[in-house]
């Protein structure tokens, strides 16, 4: 076994109605003003509106804004981190998916660090050096995991890229978790997100980077996206299967944040960056394609994520459960129907030659458990488009 660390970041604060506690938390950050940062669809729901109505209740002073892009772009951050700097807050609470987690990390960092977002992302000329404004995440959807993790996901629109910022100061102080928020996902939305949640168990659990302890995790996380995921979309109303899907992201993102990631979530963000195809779609469209060319690289592990998500594999060899896993993952998809060619979400052929080469630009493609060259990558492509 190789040496290695685990990182548990976040504070969780997990329950049917945990974001109720959001007054007293800001209150023992002594917070003398909130930046409360959403999306343009949930300020119009009673989410916003009763956690509104208890920051008033309990006199915490607020300003919301809700300005802001799915998949944000370094100009909306960099616009958006000066609407916070004038604003006077001095804490930040992100409500939403990942899009506003991921902007509310950018803009608590911009606070601390001089420059633009763009000077911050990967291959860039800044590394992060000073604490961020503390932020606190209340997730609306089980999928991104932002609330755990370290990493914002940035848009270079002008190159048609999305690129990471990470480091340990970006991680929210808090996460609370409250499945009550979820029940009004829309089924669509569930289900992509869900996809997203388990592909970061799996490709944390199958990396080379994988410990003891994020295996754990990425495990429990499988199997209980496995057993929960269908109903969450099926019955929305379902508050176990909200819980444990809540649950099972933030694990998940534990895991990977640990373990990290592979090439479904390089093919995922180089899709995005030229198809804007949304990030669970894109994973979970990929994840099944991608498993039938990585199971080789750890049978082992393969055939424990085909135990994981309810496969019977006695009567089989190693190699034929190990296979089994990309099955269980191809059934789960198609019964939450994510689409599952490329052509369906306006993947042409001719935008391969970008996705390739931004797979291959990925960071953490090194940690896949196959070492995958272009060819390998456009094979996982075509199977996904014919
Ligand atoms: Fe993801």
Do not use: W
């Not at 607020?62 to 604003?87: H, M, N, W």
């Not at 006077?88 to 992100?94: I, K, R, S, Y």
Request: hydrophobic share 45%; glycine share 8%; proline share 4%.
């Amino acid at each position: 076994m190789k040496d290695f660390q685990f990182r548990m970041p976040a504070k969780i604060m997990f329950g049917v109605g945990a974001s109720k506690n959001l007054p007293e938390v800001a209150k023992n950050f002594k917070a003398k003003k909130i930046f409360l940062l959403t999306g343009p669809h949930i300020v119009k729901t009673d989410i916003i509106k009763s956690i509104k109505e208890s920051l008033d209740e309990a006199k915490v002073e607020y300003q919301v804004f809700s300005d802001i892009v799915t998949d944000p772009t370094i100009e909306v951050v960099d616009k958006t981190a000066g609407i916070l700097r004038e604003s006077g807050a001095d804490l930040v609470v992100a409500v939403g998916g990942g899009s506003p987690m991921d902007t509310a990390k950018a803009i608590c960092m911009l606070q601390t660090n001089e420059g633009s977002v763009k000077d911050y992302l990967f291959g860039g000329s800044k590394t992060v050096t000073n604490p961020c404004m503390p932020l606190i995440c209340i997730p609306t959807t089980a999928g991104s995991g932002s609330e755990m993790t370290a990493a914002t996901v940035i848009t270079d629109t002008e190159n048609e890229i999305k690129l990471s910022v990470t480091h340990e100061y970006l991680v929210p102080k808090i996460a609370l978790i409250d499945p009550e928020l979820q029940v009004g996902m829309p089924q669509s939305v569930t289900a992509s997100t869900g996809m997203d949640a388990l592909t970061h168990a799996i490709e944390a659990y199958v990396s080379l980077n994988a410990n003891p302890l994020s295996d754990m995790y990425a495990l429990y996380a499988i199997e209980t996206i496995g057993k929960n995921l269908r109903t969450a979309v099926s019955n929305g109303n379902d508050i176990e299967a909200r819980s444990n899907m809540a649950i099972a992201s933030s694990i998940a993102a534990t895991a990977f944040l640990n373990g990290g990631l592979g090439v479904v979530h390089g093919i995922a963000q180089a899709m995005g960056g030229v198809a804007h195809v949304s990030h669970g779609i894109a994973n979970g469209l990929i994840l099944p394609y991608a498993m039938e060319r990585n199971y080789v690289g750890n049978l082992e592990k393969f055939k424990n994520i085909a135990i994981a998500l309810g496969e019977n594999v006695e009567e089989l060899s190693l190699r034929e459960a190990a296979r089994k896993a990309a099955e269980a993952v191809f059934e789960l998809a198609k019964d939450i129907r994510i689409p599952m060619k490329l052509k369906e979400v306006g993947i042409t052929e001719d935008h391969f030659p970008v996705i390739i080469q931004g797979t291959m630009n990925y960071r953490l493609l090194a940690i896949n458990p196959c070492k995958l060259k272009e060819k390998d990558i456009e094979d996982i492509l075509l199977k996904a488009y014919k």
